[in-house]
């Protein structure tokens, strides 16, 4: 039995936009490759050609050229395109192959009814607020920051703000107030552009009294602006402005100041759930470069798309899905609650759109398997021609679930990068079929290597998931770190001049990846390590288990140490002996003796951070002995309380009590 679930069309050449693009290397380069993995090979070893020919490729708007490609090839330290200047925002807006009067901004949401903005109206709105924000002074480098939802308000901000050369950083409104000011204290915005609050479902979120102390704690304010999002019709708080105001007709023209390509564009922000989350700076080309690529080469989109991906603009995939117009695809927003009323929201959102590639999390589509839902029946997604999962490893059930309800047709496309890339640095391209479980292949110029512990490269094995070779979206460094020893901390202290990104990875012979879980929360018994993901995998298959997380405790002495699985459990349904011992004959069988848990105890929920991503370090750290306090920054959890059953269990366990 095969486990290949889509093949690439025999005119994937003629119809797809690499093949555009690999036409265009013979005709401008001499260049041909006989395969995909040809390709990749030359794109991570002549960097300098590569990078040249995304830039002349796809016509990359600058104000001077670059002198060279890059400076150097050791990281960290590498410059890239030195010289240029250019400008993020007049890049997206040219919005190659809309017209004016063509959609380009559809946005759907629970608070309000739809929005759609034309090519023609997203640039007035730009040109009214960047001339806006100019006259509250805002210039190059200052820090403009959106607490706002995935509204088209916020990416208007964040368009003006970068076409005036300053900073942009958002946070998801229901980050609480610490996360906020964790994050904003730090890069000390001079403008705060705030939401009175939101609908999430039916139940009405005000964060009125959030944004009047995210302000008491930002001295470095100037100017605050408020979105009547919640209530249209409420004033703002007084010596505060409303985004009518901010966005009042100008006769300013639309311009953009040319900035060197490095030049600060936003700051993301690790998920901070041990001591304050990371500035992570991103540059303008650097991500200008990198979306180009991925959006139009790996995902292929182009003027007949509609884009779209599940997400807050407190998760990077904001900013990767709001560089969609850059090539010429219409983006689709969405605010509010995805399961509501039901886990059909987000598959119904995609007919009514007319949405042609549907962005999501695994953990979205293994809860919507684990529903029983075939989207193909509720809602017609004929238009539908790629499927993108992040977030976690996508299993193979979940894969075979999305090709026998979703479509047979499309190209499922499981990704994973991060934050630091602001990109996918493993995922899909339309040259290669889909195989159950796998992620087909490393992206074009990203270097992805597994390396054994003692540091040499591997295929068909686990290992580190490292990076050998710089990339142009690679962080312009972290806010405030003047002589770089935090950012050379966290990816290029274990191999030096190598990044170490902090997952488990198996590259097969064929260039397929299938990442297993985090390598800082790896299971490690009796010197076996084993990924979370597959774990999962099996304990949330069964129908009694909403949801899980594992954590290995190190025997100082060298012995085996325990496994402890916490489950949470559907409802009306108890952990007993026999519920416990389906469990460990699962695990056994599907995977080893060595994943049976020493013990395993029901909770309530497992600890999440806002963009649902499962801590099993802060609950190893729990359990060992950390206070709560120290061991998670509570204002970057989802569920904080979900932590409370971790410390009564490390006050009361027993370590030598087996479970079963």
């Known amino acids: 039995m095969t486990d290949v679930l889509w093949t690439p069309p025999a005119d994937v050449l003629q119809r797809s936009r690499i093949g555009a693009y690999l036409r265009w290397l013979a005709e401008h380069r001499g260049l041909t490759f006989a395969d995909y993995d040809a390709l990749w090979r030359w794109s991570v070893t002549d ?5 040249r020919s995304i830039w002349d490729h796809f016509g990359v708007v600058a104000h001077t050229p670059p002198t060279a490609t890059l400076t150097d090839r050791h990281m960290p330290g590498t410059r890239w395109f030195p010289g240029a200047t250019l400008n993020y925002a007049e890049n997206v807006l040219r919005m190659p192959g809309r017209a004016d009067d063509e959609p380009v901004v559809v946005a759907h949401g629970q608070t309000r009814p739809p929005v759609t903005l034309t090519a023609g109206q997203l640039r007035e709105q730009v040109r009214r607020v960047a001339a806006g924000l100019r006259r509250l002074g805002v210039t190059t480098g200052d820090r403009v920051a959106g607490y706002a939802p995935n509204i088209p308000e916020t990416y208007v901000l964040m368009l003006a703000t970068a076409s005036l050369g300053a900073v942009f950083s958002s946070c998801a409104p229901e980050f609480g107030t610490r996360s906020v000011t964790d994050r904003w204290q730090q890069i000390e915005p001079k403008v705060l552009v705030a939401v009175d609050g939101y609908r999430y479902g039916d139940k009405p979120v005000d964060r009125r009294a959030e944004v009047a102390a995210i302000r008491a704690a930002l001295p470095s304010l100037r100017h605050t602006v408020s979105i009547p999002y919640l209530d249209p019709d409420g004033s703002p708080a007084a ?101 509501h009323p039901d886990l059909g929201a987000l598959w119904r959102l995609a007919e009514q759109t007319g949405t042609t590639y549907f962005g999501t999390s695994a953990p979205f589509l293994l809860a919507c398997r684990k529903a029983g839902l075939v989207p193909r029946e509720i809602a017609d997604l004929s238009a539908l021609r790629g499927l993108g999962s992040t977030g976690a490893p996508l299993p193979a059930e979940g894969f075979t679930w999305v090709y026998d309800t979703v479509g047979d047709g499309l190209q499922l496309q499981s990704l994973s990068g991060g934050t630091d890339v602001c990109t996918g640095f493993v995922g899909g391209v339309p040259l290669l079929p889909v195989h159950a479980g796998e992620i087909a292949c490393r992206a074009l110029g990203a270097k992805v290597e597994a390396r054994s512990p003692d540091g040499t490269p591997v295929i068909g094995e686990l290992g580190e998931l490292v990076i050998t070779e710089p990339m142009p979206s690679m962080p312009v460094g972290f806010w405030n770190d003047p002589d770089g020893a935090r950012y050379r901390e966290a990816y290029f202290d274990v191999y030096p001049g190598v990044w170490r990104h902090g997952d488990w990875i198996t590259i097969n012979s064929r260039g ?12 490690n018994r009796g010197g076996v390590r084993l990924g979370t993901a597959e774990f999962y995998s099996v304990v949330e298959g069964l129908d009694e288990v909403v949801d899980s997380v594992v954590v290995h ?12 699985l916490f489950v949470v459990l559907a ?5 007993d002996d026999e519920l416990r011992r389906t469990i460990c004959r699962e695990l056994r069988t599907a995977l080893s003796p060595r994943h049976v848990p020493d013990e395993i105890h029901q909770v309530r ?29 509570k204002g970057a959890l989802a569920n904080p309380d979900s932590l409370t059953a971790f410390a009564t269990l490390a006050r009361h366990r027993t370590p030598d009590r087996p479970a079963t």
């Open 605 to 633: 929920a497992v600890p999440r951070t806002l963009s649902a991503k499962k801590l099993e370090v802060p609950v190893k750290k729990i359990l060992t002995g950390t206070p709560v306090d120290q061991a998670a920054a």
């Open 571 to 575: 409802e009306g349904v108890s952990l």
């Open 239 to 339: 010596d505060t402005l409303a985004w009518a105001e901010l966005a009042a007709d100008t006769d300013e023209p639309l311009a953009f100041t040319p900035v060197p390509f490095d030049h600060p564009l936003y700051v993301l922000y690790s998920s901070g759930t041990t001591g304050l989350p990371k500035p992570i700076v991103h540059g303008h080309g650097g991500i200008l470069l990198e979306h180009l690529k991925m959006l139009a080469l790996h995902h292929d989109l182009g003027p007949a798309d509609r884009f779209f991906w599940f997400t807050t603009t407190g998760w990077m995939m904001w900013n990767f899905l709001v560089s969609g117009p850059a090539v010429g695809a219409a983006i689709v927003l969405f605010d509010g609650n995805p399961g």
């Open 512 to 523: 397929g990846c299938v990442i297993t879980g985090r390598s800082d929360a790896t299971l």
């Open 47 to 51: 960097l300098d050609a590569f990078w």
């Open 553 to 564: 405790l190190e025997d100082d002495e060298g012995g085996a140490g325990e496994l402890l």
